[in-house]
């Protein structure tokens, strides 16, 4: 059992990392050469978000010019801008607009301050790829336990990445992925976009991972 | 969507994607594991290192820059209120200035530099690029300039208070610095200059007892809004004193006047010329004054004046002769009295002269500088650093030619010296200013920026996407006023100098800079000398620096003291009336000009003349005079992005007299078209469109709009949708576009967001001041 869960935890590590890395900035021609790989791909299509062989196909430096557009249209500039932020989407009972450093960014900062994870400075708590790489970073710590044979050390991150998915996570990465998946022009982002959402739902318990 | 996956399917993608980040070394963890939990009971700022509970700082969402305070809870700004201890605003805040938050927490906020993709400008296809490649980008460009460094402009919103953008382009070599009073207040800061030697003006409104308002409305829109308009409370409140108001417009501050005039427009100088003949007639100006301090006698003056006689006066202005001569005889027989004035009456191509004449009624009435009447703008000013880089040679964008007092401010003009080649561009920074929207002839200002033969390139210095930025070459996302530092001046409506503090009271957001941190970089990088200018070491020894010519607040406490009050002012000091007794006038004849010299040798009138707008004579049937008047709410294109403001202010439709509405067939809220008249000149749009708002309140010959509507490339909130239309290929319902709908709430009622109306208005400067005559436009008005 202890064997499963440290798997699982470096797993979670990995899949969280990478979709941090997704949506922290734009793809380089390294991550989508990375991504191509057979394995990867397999994993992909499991997942039902495997590149189409076109993309397969095309040059990892001109793909990464193109998506770099496409990141900048989708999270940063105005057009169809989606802001990746928690408080963007989740509004506190006082607030009547969305905006950035809502309530739900002070939520967020203090479970960072909890789980002893420290942001570095100018750093937005609760934008998207900041919270994913916080349960990346979360599940890391849990393997390292698990590793040591911390058994309850690994239990009580096990708990804290399961209250940020119900805290957090749940409450508006799958609604946020479905916005992203209606604007984008690309595969690579519409299909990042719904795996995280899967991913999303399957941690924070929509979905149960079947043995 | 998936609804079940294996177990071993999650093991293989989180074994797969940790191979994947391992490949890609440059991103690493951003979040590092602690051991430690953070102690509670702390509360500290970590950039004043004061307890985080209130900062005080300047607001800049307008001109005023009043005191503010800024709540702080949690790492964040909850509520931005007044500082009490403000000599200007004194604990007040105007809508914008609480809405600050919505600019600094603008979900729309550009937060990383942006480099404009291959394709045409206008596209709005960005990259993110690292500050790094940026400035090496940047710093590329202006090597290649220094060619012929004469050609770097640089357009800010005011040149006064951006002195590191002038300090920066001048440290290059360059003197086309140029900020943007050419489409605010240009015309009245040269008819002040050219009369009493200093430019603006600042009534006493505190202690005066009579009041003449002339197209302004200082409790909407001021240069000094909230103080301004506190203390013109207090004269009516107060002092019980008498407002006769003289406008083209129902405005928050004629409504509550004690007598409201409607003046037919372009007539402002006429009306007060009878005025000041029928006190010269009357014998009831002060002789002594005009003796001692004008450079005209009595006589010579009164025999100038007897052609603008009340008769014609009413002819032509619409003001009865009766109310002109009582008006007149209250004003000069009333002590304290003062007028007020403001872009609205100078915004005409005679409005260097509209300033002189109503100036003249403080002149002859002795009410200059003095308590309750006129006064001088009081401030200090700040030092400039050494070593200070010398002023390049003028240049024709500098110092155009057929504008001889517009230094550095006709940033119309400015557009269209471009567009004519009267002048070349190598390397464009656009820095807080927008001059797309701002500007007249938006289509011809785009059609220049889009350009990129006139414009090689062009850098936006910005803290959000407008109709500018997103023409430029490279964005630089720039800190907004609650993230940034500097040292404040204004004139003090106290008429007591203040020094003011804009602190940063929440760290910047993400990558956003401020552009002391951009400018001192940049010059250290372009180097060739120019990094001397900028060896402050850092923003605190440049604030230091700055205030190094005012001992007193050093030995309050300096930087310090700034840093806990916001503010810092002599309490000893008190206006000090009459200055010019101790060393007379900045003039050439050290006197009050009510004849320049200066303006005959240009061969304008040297005497206040009224000259009529030749466009408003023999109005059609149909035409109208257009005025777009700027309100409480936005700040032309500064605030377009705040959503409180927004919600007041969302769309400018059209003012209509109902007499006029019914001859033209026009009904309340139906919409209708502006098209310019060709008598007014040419710009690139001809017509606008917007609903129809009838009210007694507009002149039966003009039409009025608010200004600072009808944004575009400015974020959701601005342009009242969830998400760009243009980019939407379907628009499905989402939570997000459901909530942002709900919230813009005026895109449902259909209201839409209104238009910038200055679009259809052409380049045409007051020849005088060379400040751009947005009050002469003529327009048919017909239903669309």
Redesign the interface.
């Known amino acids: 059992m202890a064997g499963?869960k440290l798997?699982?935890a470096?797993?979670?590590?990995?899949?969280y990392?990478?979709m941090s890395?997704v949506f922290?900035?734009?793809p380089?021609a390294?991550?989508l050469?990375?991504?191509k790989?057979p394995?990867?791909q397999?994993?992909?299509a499991?997942?039902?978000v495997p590149f189409d062989e076109e993309f397969l196909a095309g040059d990892d430096e001109q793909q990464a010019?193109e998506l770099?557009?496409e990141?900048?249209?989708l999270f940063?500039?105005?057009?169809?801008?989606?802001?990746p932020?928690e408080s963007?989407?989740v509004?506190g009972w006082a607030e009547?607009?969305?905006?950035?450093?809502?309530e739900a960014?002070?939520e967020v900062?203090?479970f960072?301050?909890?789980a002893?994870?420290?942001?570095?400075?100018?750093?937005?708590p609760d934008h998207l790829?900041?919270e994913l790489?916080?349960v990346?970073?979360?599940a890391?710590?849990e393997a390292a336990r698990r590793e040591s044979g911390d058994a309850a050390g690994a239990a009580g991150l096990e708990e804290l990445q399961r209250r940020f998915c119900q805290e957090h996570l749940k409450r508006w990465v799958p609604?946020?992925c479905?916005?992203v998946s209606?604007?984008a022009e690309s595969g690579f982002y519409r299909g990042m976009a719904?795996l995280t959402?899967?991913l999303v739902?399957?941690h924070c318990g929509e979905?149960?991972?079947?043995? | 969507m998936l609804n079940t996956i294996t177990r071993r399917d999650f093991l293989k993608m989180g074994a797969a994607s940790t191979a994947v980040l391992a490949i890609e070394t440059q991103f690493g963890p951003i979040a590092s594991a602690a051991e430690r939990l953070v102690e509670g009971g702390r509360s500290v700022n970590r950039t004043s290192g004061l307890p985080r509970s209130f900062l005080p700082s300047t607001c800049m969402q307008c001109q005023a820059g009043c005191g503010n305070i800024s709540y702080i809870e949690e790492s964040r700004v909850v509520k931005i209120g007044g500082n009490p201890m403000h000599l200007s605003n004194q604990g007040s805040l105007c809508a914008r200035g609480q809405a600050g938050i919505n600019a600094l927490y603008d979900p729309d906020r550009l937060l990383t530099p942006l480099k404009r993709a291959k394709g045409v400008r206008g596209n709005n296809d960005w990259i993110s690029i690292s500050w790094e490649e940026a400035y090496n980008e940047i710093a590329v460009a202006f090597s290649a300039a220094r060619a012929n460094p004469g050609d770097f402009v640089f357009l800010t919103d005011d040149l006064a208070q951006d002195y590191l953008g002038r300090r920066f382009t001048n440290a290059f070599g360059s003197p086309n610095a140029i900020g943007s009073t050419g489409v605010y207040d240009a015309n009245k800061l040269v008819g002040t200059q050219l009369t009493w030697g200093r430019a603006g003006d600042m009534p006493d409104f505190a202690n005066s007892k009579y009041i003449l308002v002339f197209g302004a409305n200082p409790l909407e829109s001021n240069p000094q809004f909230v103080g301004i308009a506190k203390r013109f409370v207090d004269a009516m409140q107060q002092n019980q004193a008498k407002v006769v108001a003289f406008d083209i417009r129902l405005t928050n501050t004629s409504t509550r006047a004690n007598e409201i005039y409607y003046v037919n427009p372009g007539t402002y100088a006429l009306l007060a010329l009878s005025m000041a003949n029928v006190i010269m007639q009357e014998g009831l100006h002060n002789a002594a004054f005009i003796k001692e301090w004008t450079n005209v006698s009595p006589a010579e003056l009164a025999q100038h004046l007897a052609q603008y006689t009340p008769e014609r006066a009413e002819a032509e202005t619409g003001v009865s002769a009766l109310v002109i001569r009582r008006i007149a005889t209250e004003f000069a027989a009333t002590s304290p009295a003062t007028t007020v004035t403001d872009a609205m009456l100078s915004n005409y191509a005679n409005g260097v002269q509209n300033e002189r004449a109503v100036m003249l009624l403080n002149i002859i009435t002795g009410n200059i500088d003095s308590k309750g009447g006129l006064c001088m703008p009081v401030q200090y000013y700040l030092a400039e650093p050494d070593p200070v880089p010398s002023s390049p040679a003028p240049s024709v964008l500098s110092n155009p030619p057929d504008l001889p007092f517009a230094y550095q401010q006709a940033v119309e003009k400015t557009m269209e010296m471009i567009k004519d080649r009267k002048h070349g561009v190598n390397v464009l920074m656009t820095h807080g200013v927008n001059p797309v929207y701002s500007n007249p002839d938006m289509g011809m200002t785009e059609d220049v920026l889009k350009d990129q033969t006139l414009i090689p390139y062009h850098i936006a210095v910005t803290p959000f996407m407008n109709e500018t930025a997103v023409l430029a070459d490279i964005i630089l996302p720039e800190t907004t006023y609650l993230e940034d530092w500097d040292i404040e001046v204004r004139p003090s409506p106290e008429l007591v100098p203040y020094v003011s503090l804009k602190q940063s009271v929440v760290p910047a957001m993400e990558s956003a800079k401020s552009f002391y941190e951009i400018a001192t970089q940049l010059a250290a990088m372009i180097g060739g000398g120019m990094e001397q200018y900028f060896a402050f070491g850092s923003v605190e020894n440049y604030l230091k620096a700055r205030i190094a010519n005012i001992p007193g607040v050093k030995q309050a406490g300096g930087l310090d003291y700034l840093k806990q009050h916001g503010v810092w002012y002599d309490p000893k000091t008190r206006p000090n009336y009459a200055s010019y007794m101790a060393g007379g006038f900045s003039t050439p004849s050290g006197k009050v000009e009510i004849y320049s010299q200066q303006l005959a040798e240009k061969g304008f009138a040297g005497m206040p003349s009224y000259e009529p707008i030749a466009n408003f004579r023999e109005l059609g049937a149909n035409e109208m005079v257009l005025s777009i008047f700027d309100t409480a709410i936005q700040t032309d294109a500064r605030t377009g992005n705040c959503m409180w403001l927004d919600e007041i202010q969302h769309d400018n439709p059209v003012w209509i007299n109902p007499e006029t509405a019914a001859r033209l067939g026009i009904k309340d809220g139906e919409v209708v078209k502006l098209t310019r008249s060709h008598k007014s000149g040419d710009a690139k749009e001809r017509s606008i469109q917007s609903t129809a708002y009838l009210t007694e309140g507009i002149h039966p010959e003009v039409v009025a709009m608010a200004n600072g509507n009808g944004r575009a490339e400015s974020g959701s909130v601005a342009e009242g949708e969830p998400l760009n239309s243009d980019e939407i290929k379907e628009i499905e319902p989402h939570a997000l576009q459901d909530a942002n709908m709900k919230l813009v709430w005026w895109k449902e009622k259909g209201a839409g967001i209104g238009v910038n109306a200055k679009q259809i208005v052409p380049v045409s400067p007051d020849p005088i001041g060379g400040g751009q005559a947005w009050g002469d436009v003529v327009v048919t008005v017909a239903k669309a």
């Open positions: 499963e798997e699982m470096r797993a979670r590590a990995g899949l990392g990478l890395r922290s900035d734009k380089t390294a991550l050469k990375g991504m790989e394995k990867m397999e994993s992909m499991s997942f039902e010019e770099a557009v990141y900048a249209r940063l500039a105005t057009g169809s801008h989606i802001a932020y963007v989407f509004r009547d607009k969305p905006q950035l450093w809502g960014t002070v900062s203090k960072y301050e909890q002893g994870l420290e942001l570095r400075e100018g750093q937005t790829g900041i790489e916080a990346a970073v979360m890391e710590c609604e946020f479905e916005a209606r604007q719904d959402a899967s739902r399957l979905e149960p991972i079947i043995d």
